[in-house]
């Protein structure tokens, strides 16, 4: 059997992942949850061979989870399942040790077929997307991203600078940076770019 854990922050969905994997005679879903936090719990305490998880979730997103998983060792086998075809997104799970990336829209039998390719060492992700992905690099650092991020959710340079232990002026040199590798007018226009890029 391949045991796999779902995170994924809306119920319904949740439930309908797990029937649709249930039904199948190889695969068993062992846990289940709504935010990365307790998905991580759930990954360290039962060790599943397979996380099929999203990317926008509470507390901790799919992405982190995904570096979270490789950080503390663990072999569970990764499957970001988004709504976002974003090559952006694509390359930082890739980079983050995901083994497949599939669009919520994908066809159901594509979900049972890509558990299996990845827990047999495969990938399973979208030829399209994968294409895509390496046409255009990511100019953010990890922290211009952090703080770009943050900006365009609102929060003032004092903010930022209090959150993250930085002074003022060197969250504004960040953001500087990023506005500038964006050809973005301002921090808002630079934050809205690079989400559709899928960089944030």
């Given at each position: 059997?391949?045991?796999?854990?779902?995170?994924?922050?809306q119920?319904?969905?949740?439930?309908?992942l797990?029937?649709l994997?249930?039904?199948?005679?190889d695969?068993?879903?062992?846990?289940r949850a709504?935010?990365?936090?307790?998905?991580?719990?759930?990954?360290?305490?039962?060790?599943?061979?397979?996380?099929?998880?999203?990317?926008e979730?509470?507390?901790?997103?799919?992405?982190?989870?995904?570096?979270?998983?490789r950080?503390?060792?663990?072999a569970?086998?990764?499957?970001i399942?988004?709504?976002?075809?974003?090559?952006?997104?694509?390359?930082?799970?890739?980079?983050a040790?995901?083994?497949?990336?599939?669009?919520?829209?994908?066809p159901?039998?594509?979900?049972?077929?890509?558990?299996r390719?990845v827990?047999?060492?495969?990938?399973a992700?979208?030829?399209?997307?994968?294409?895509?992905?390496?046409?255009e690099?990511?100019?953010?650092t990890?922290?211009?991203?952090q703080?770009?991020?943050?900006?365009?959710?609102?929060?003032?340079?004092?903010?930022?600078?209090?959150?993250?232990?930085?002074?003022e002026g060197?969250?504004?040199?960040?953001l500087?940076?990023?506005?500038?590798?964006?050809?973005?007018?301002?921090?808002v226009?630079?934050?809205?770019?690079a989400?559709?890029k899928?960089?944030?």
């Amino acid at each position: 059997m391949i045991r796999v854990v779902i995170a994924e922050d809306q119920a319904m969905v949740l439930g309908a992942l797990a029937a649709l994997l249930e039904i199948e005679e190889d695969i068993e879903v062992i846990g289940r949850a709504a935010d990365g936090e307790t998905a991580l719990a759930l990954c360290m305490e039962k060790k599943p061979d397979v996380l099929l998880t999203d990317i926008e979730m509470p507390k901790m997103s799919g992405l982190e989870l995904a570096v979270a998983i490789r950080r503390n060792g663990l072999a569970s086998r990764i499957i970001i399942l988004t709504t976002f075809a974003r090559a952006g997104y694509l390359r930082r799970a890739l980079e983050a040790g995901a083994s497949g990336y599939l669009l919520k829209d994908s066809p159901a039998e594509q979900l049972s077929n890509a558990v299996r390719r990845v827990h047999q060492g495969g990938r399973a992700i979208d030829p399209q997307l994968a294409a895509d992905a390496w046409s255009e690099p990511d100019p953010l650092t990890d922290r211009e991203r952090q703080v770009l991020r943050m900006a365009g959710d609102g929060q003032t340079s004092a903010d930022i600078a209090g959150t993250l232990r930085l002074s003022e002026g060197t969250v504004r040199n960040y953001l500087s940076e990023a506005i500038n590798k964006l050809g973005a007018a301002n921090r808002v226009e630079a934050a809205r770019i690079a989400r559709e890029k899928g960089w944030l």
